[in-house]
């Protein structure tokens, strides 16, 4: 599925939220992305279009098991070129995490997959045949941080 960055950027924050508070509405979507209800609204409508999220007029938003699975790929990408980029190339973490989410927004899953096979290899990380689209870094080590 090809999401554009922006509605990335939303199931993120959705995915993030969801974990972290258990229940979502689009004041909290709105709060966190420094947007406007109306933003947001269109935005989440867009999502459950999309099927990624559950969204009905005042309920709080649900993501679906697709919109779950999205949303780990997106935050797994760009944690692989964060990962890269502090940890091979030694770049500030500031500087790594702003660029790695418009830098993984270009390529490809298997670029993203040979470039975390370099990675781990390079840090000495286990691969267990990983794949981005398998999830496979949920068990990587905490240097991840992708929350479940």
Same mark, same amino acid.
């Given at each position: 599925m090809v999401l554009t960055n922006s509605q990335e950027e939303y199931l993120k924050v959705i995915y993030l939220?969801?974990?972290? $508070?258990?229940? +979502?509405? +689009?004041?909290d979507i709105a709060k966190k992305m420094n947007k406007t209800k109306?933003?947001?609204?269109a935005?989440?409508?867009?999502? &459950?279009? $999309?099927?990624?999220?559950?969204y009905k007029h005042y309920e709080p938003i649900k993501i679906t098991e697709i919109g779950e699975r999205e949303a780990i790929k997106v935050l797994e990408a760009s944690n692989i070129v964060k990962l890269f980029m502090t940890d091979i190339l030694n770049i500030k973490p500031e500087i790594a995490d702003e660029e790695s989410s418009k830098?993984?927004? +270009?390529?490809?899953?298997?670029?993203?997959?040979?470039? &975390?096979?370099y990675t781990f290899k390079e840090l000495g990380i286990s691969l267990n045949g990983y794949n981005i689209n398998n999830m496979g870094c949920i068990k990587c080590p905490k240097k991840m941080n992708i929350k479940k």
């Open positions: 939220l969801n974990n972290a $508070m258990g229940e +979502v509405r +689009v004041t109306a933003s947001v609204t935005a989440v409508n867009v999502l &459950a279009q $999309m099927k990624l999220i559950e830098i993984k927004t +270009v390529l490809s899953d298997d670029s993203l997959n040979r470039l &975390a096979v």
